[in-house]
């Protein structure tokens, strides 16, 4: 497969989005490698393990043909593991996001904190091929209701919660910062990487303007930032296609098994916490003791050093899972959230379908009148937003196996460099110990 | 022969343990009981039968086997003496080399009861493991009698390896029991000795400390045990939600799966490196138990110099009394002065007769003091050269537990390493 850069893709100001030709109508071909230069925020260095997604839009084939359509989803269907290596695989990006650099701002009216946004493109679509601008938490929050107004059928990545409610938490903290900036480094990566919405005219604007415009509607939004727009109301939707059915049933599981994960994870981290309690208290009576003992007093002394280390190890760890791994793990829970609200809109466009068709069909019974044009528009706006969502459903697949491998295996390097660290002690101190042994045997035997 | 071999090896290591105080090097190969004779606790069974109060009563008893040493040696093979005894004749047993021995300190006992438990420990008697722990902690107890210099020769120690029967009545026979109600009254007794020794002062300090010191020790292990379980098994509740995910993913399904079976490995790892630990912890119990043992012994010694000032005070006293009466000069008060001054002198006779019974009692006394000086010596002799060699015998083991502790934690690591690292493998296979 190779794949040209996109050519011939309008200007995504001059043309509504419906127009653009999807990227699936493009023929399958083969990606060529290219260089992946971003870093996800977890620091990942296999080149594949990308919010990898198809850069193509340059065949201008109509989307008309939605049985051609259709079948083309059914052969990519057959094997999300084929899926996976589709967009997995290395390509040609070429519009590359970071979020860093957070600063604090302080005004008579409020403190909040600002994040480096930069960008690099060759896109056309950008004047320039660099940008560096700073934006806050309220921006992005921004940006994401315009993608969600603008492209109701595509799945919007998640933002990290907008409001903390633990209460206690300090949100300017540096951990607390540091969590955030990673997580809207990923949903602007996510977005930028998404064929669809990486054209988007407001992302753009996020990224480039000086001084971003902000509507008005900001402040009524709610906490999740969906906007409560609906395709139609009152339609019902008589009988859902097995394979969204089958999403919805995923996701249902999906998210339960990532609650219980959270809940267990949250339970560790309080039990180490005690156990850490615990060990700190342990190793000062060694300390204790070693004060009244002579010969002793070295060898309890170095068991109370290794059990600090171990104190140190164990921290170290607690706060790895606290900062890297919930974050990540509630971010999919939000992930979950938003499919499954596309979902929903989705079963409404085929309710609003279905409902008008079965009022034309018997209108057409009556008097003959040709299929109104609305019924078409209807039908292609319900197959549009299948495409798009089956295309999303297979990239929102694929990159949340990648994620959670990632994570995952992150879990388990955190775990295994504790007890390294712990074990390291250790054997240092029975050096220590044995060598004064051999030493006293050597003088008994003089 | 036997003896013989015994004598040539204990000379081997001569000039150190010739004289009490500079015993300090010497090792319990060199000890009288434990060469001539290999000792070991093999089993342990349960027995019924009807206790003191004839009700039916279960309880554990052990297997004590006694081998000549020198039968390995020569390449015979003998089978073993063996004699059954329960935990509560190793009481008594230990009861009587205390009061019969009380310049020593004597070796301890396993715990009667299961304490510094942390809370998944059975602290049930009859818990196999808890049964086994005690097996070895008898057995290390008869070890350690049997190479101690002074209490390895003991009569009744011998009795009590060797043969079963008569065994209580001959321990009752020696009358030790009628010391230890003097040595309840002394022990309970605040008493002040006028010239304390330095050193003592100063071991009964350590003692305290020592007891202190293990015992926070203990408690804390206890505490950290519980916590470590807890961390452990709710991994296991991984185990569980991978395995359900699992069912639900195609991809990623057979990784999920293994991973949760590595989870639930690792939540049940974690018993067996405890139980171990409880081996550690009964290294700290016994250390408990000689630290008490130390400060009796030093107690002891107080009790002894204080009945030697007490002794010595008396017979002062009498002196005093003696040359008043001969020379008539009163300088202390007496009732018999005071009777003098009310009713008048007593006649010569009587003061003769009262003379002389105050000679009597003087001689009395002088042997009572010189008794209780040589009792003294002794047990300050005796003491303090089992004092040092308990103290190079400590810091031995307890290096070595130290060890031992060191060596468990390296191998949870290792095993901690080996799992997660497994369960690694199964997440990259997702």
Redesign the interface.
């Known amino acids: 497969m190779s794949v040209g850069t996109p050519r011939g893709l309008a200007s995504s100001g001059q043309k509504p989005i419906t127009e653009i030709p999807h990227p699936l109508s493009a023929a399958e071909e083969s990606l060529s490698p290219g260089p992946d230069v971003s870093i996800s925020p977890g620091g990942d260095k296999d080149p594949e393990l990308t919010n990898g997604t198809l850069v193509d839009g340059s065949s201008p084939a109509s989307a008309s043909s939605t049985s051609a359509l259709l079948s083309r989803l059914q052969v990519e269907e057959n094997s999300?593991?084929d899926a996976?290596e589709l967009y997995a695989s290395t390509e040609t990006r070429d519009l590359f996001v970071t979020v860093d650099d957070p600063k604090k701002h302080v005004s008579t009216m409020e403190t909040y904190i600002t994040y480096r946004v930069s960008t690099k493109t060759t896109r056309i679509e950008f004047d320039l091929p660099e940008y560096c601008v700073r934006r806050r938490y309220q921006d992005f929050d921004w940006l994401r209701v315009k993608l969600e107004e603008t492209q109701p059928t595509n799945l919007i990545p998640p933002l990290p919660e907008k409001f903390v409610m633990k209460g206690v938490v300090d949100r300017f903290s540096e951990e607390f910062v540091e969590t955030r900036m990673k997580a809207l480094d990923k949903f602007l990566k996510r977005v930028a990487d998404h064929p669809v919405l990486s054209f988007n005219p407001h992302l753009n604007a996020f990224l480039t303007a000086k001084d971003l415009n902000k509507r008005q509607g900001l402040a009524l939004l709610t906490k999740m930032g969906e906007s409560v727009k609906h395709v139609a109301g009152g339609y019902k939707l008589r009988a859902r296609p097995p394979e969204f059915n089958a999403m919805g049933?995923?996701l249902d599981?999906?998210s339960q098994?990532l609650g219980?994960?959270d809940r267990?994870a949250q339970?560790?981290l309080r039990?180490?916490s005690?156990?850490l309690t615990?060990?700190r208290?342990?190793a000062s009576?060694?300390s204790?003791?070693a004060g009244?003992e002579d010969?002793?007093q070295r060898?309890?002394e170095?068991?109370a050093g290794?059990v600090t280390t171990c104190c140190g190890a164990l921290e170290d760890l607690s706060e790895n899972m606290s900062q890297d791994f919930l974050p990540v793990l509630r971010e999919y829970v939000l992930y979950t959230e938003t499919m499954k609200n596309v979902l929903r809109k989705r079963d409404q466009s085929q309710a609003e379908y279905e409902g008008r068709l079965e009022a034309a069909v018997l209108r057409r019974q009556e008097d003959r009148t040709p299929m109104p044009l609305e019924v078409e528009k209807c039908q292609d706006k319900m197959e549009c937003f299948n495409a798009d969502l089956k295309a999303d459903w297979e990239r929102w697949q694929c990159n949340k196996?990648q994620d959670?491998?990632q994570l995952?295996?992150g879990m388990?390097?955190k775990?295994?460099n504790?007890?390294?660290k712990?074990?390291t002690a250790?054997?240092s101190?029975?050096t220590v110990?044995?060598e004064?042994?051999t030493e006293?045997k050597t003088s008994?035997t003089n | 022969m036997m003896a013989e071999n015994g004598k040539d090896e204990a000379a081997a290591s001569d000039g150190e343990s010739a004289d009490g105080s500079a015993s300090l090097?010497v090792?319990r190969r060199d000890s009288n009981l434990l060469r001539r004779m290999e000792i070991c606790v093999a089993e342990a069974e349960k027995r019924s039968g009807k206790n003191a109060i004839s009700m039916q009563e279960t309880f554990t008893v052990y297997l004590i086997e006694t081998r000549p040493a020198d039968a390995a040696a020569e390449g015979r093979v003998q089978p073993p003496e063996s004699v059954w005894r329960r935990y509560s004749e190793f009481e008594l047993l230990r009861a009587y080399l205390i009061l019969t021995y009380p310049f020593y300190v004597v070796p301890p006992l396993p715990e009667k009861r299961a304490e510094f438990v942390w809370h998944k420990l059975s602290a049930d008697n009859m818990d196999p493991d808890f049964v086994e722990r005690r097996r070895i902690g008898l057995e290390n107890f008869l070890l350690h009698v049997a190479s101690h210099p002074g209490l390895s020769n003991d009569k009744i120690l011998s009795h009590f390896l060797t043969e079963e029967n008569c065994w209580k009545e001959a321990v009752y026979e020696t009358g030790f029991q009628d010391k230890a109600d003097s040595r309840m009254r002394a022990f309970g007794a605040t008493f002040r000795v006028r010239s304390p020794q330095k050193c003592f002062i100063d071991m009964k300090q350590?003692s305290e400390?020592?007891q202190c010191?293990?015992s926070?020790?203990l408690r804390?292990?206890a505490?950290?045990a519980?916590?470590?379980y807890?961390?452990y098994k709710?991994?296991g509740?991984?185990g569980r939600?991978f395995s359900?995910?699992s069912?639900?993913e195609?991809?990623?399904g057979d990784g999920l799966q293994s991973?949760g079976h590595h989870m639930d490995s690792y939540a049940a790892s974690i018993e067996e490196i405890l139980e171990e630990e409880e081996h550690y912890a009964d290294q700290l119990k016994e250390y408990l138990c000689y630290a008490e043992a130390l400060r009796a012994v030093c107690r002891k010694h107080e009790l002894t110099q204080f009945e030697l000032e007490t002794a010595s005070q008396d017979l002062i006293s009498k002196k005093q009394q003696r040359d008043e009466l001969a020379t008539g000069m009163v300088r202390t008060f007496s009732f018999k002065g005071v009777t003098n001054k009310l009713f008048g002198q007593e006649a010569p006779e009587q003061r003769e007769a009262r003379l002389s019974m105050l000679d009597e009692l003087i001689a009395d006394a002088e042997d009572s003091v010189r008794a209780k000086a040589a009792e003294c010596e002794e047990h300050v002799q005796k003491a303090w050269a089992d004092i040092l060699r308990f103290k190079e015998e400590k810091?031995?083991d307890?290096?070595e537990a130290?060890?031992n502790?060191?060596?468990i934690?390296?191998n949870m690591?290792?095993k901690?390493?080996q799992v997660?690292?497994n369960?690694?493998e199964s997440?990259?296979k997702?």
């Open positions: 999300e593991a996976a049933e995923y599981t999906f098994k219980t994960i267990i339970r560790i039990e180490q005690e156990y615990e060990l208290e342990y009576v060694y204790s003791w009244s010969e002793l060898p309890l170095g068991v290794c196996r959670f491998k995952l295996i388990a390097d775990n295994i504790y007890y390294e712990c074990q250790w054997e101190l029975v110990l044995q004064k042994q006293d008994e | 090097t090792e350590y400390e020592l010191h293990t926070q020790l804390a292990r505490r950290v519980d916590r470590v807890a961390v709710v991994h509740n991984y939600v359900e995910w069912g639900v195609k991809v990623m991973a810091d031995k307890l290096r130290l060890l502790y060191a060596a934690q390296i690591c290792k901690g390493i997660w690292s369960t690694r997440f990259q997702m």
